[in-house]
């Protein structure tokens, strides 16, 4: 069996709600790949398979990122995402879990908008991680204002710092274009 095909048959069976099976598969993935994606995946199989016997508190936050347009960036910030889930994951003195939701808005404004959308319908969701330019996160910043949703993208620089009507914030990384003229 492909390596791949184990991820594709894992997140099947996370669809049927055969956690332990897809977490049997996204383990051996994870280990023949280190894919940080099938690690969140994996944790996420795993704290649902859990949920009976384990009484901790899940939270759920979403990151959305740009698969589609750049999956380098994209690995990046599902790997920093995916470490802190598993290190939280792996405490065992923590009293929650962390649920990751991933979304692809493929930096593109209209699909990040259909995302975002959809996400903010989502009650279990508490924030969200990204997007992964100041364009997109701009575009979509009042959408998950308007549902309180809090936004934190990956990437801040502290002088372009903006809050929206004191409930929800954001910080917007520069273009390359304010960072040619500063």
Sequence with gaps: MKKYELKKEALKNISDKKYALAGVKLEKYFEAIRDP????????ANIENERTNNPQKIYTIAISVPIDADP?????????VAQAQDEIYKDKENKFRLKVVIANDKEDEETAKKVALKLVKNKKILGLIGHSTSDITLAVGDIYEKKSLHLSPPLILLWHFQRRNGNTSFARSPTIELLLRN
């Design 37 to 44: 994606e099938a690690l969140i995946f994996l944790n996420n």
């Design 72 to 80: 380098n960036a994209s690995l990046e910030m599902l790997r920093g």
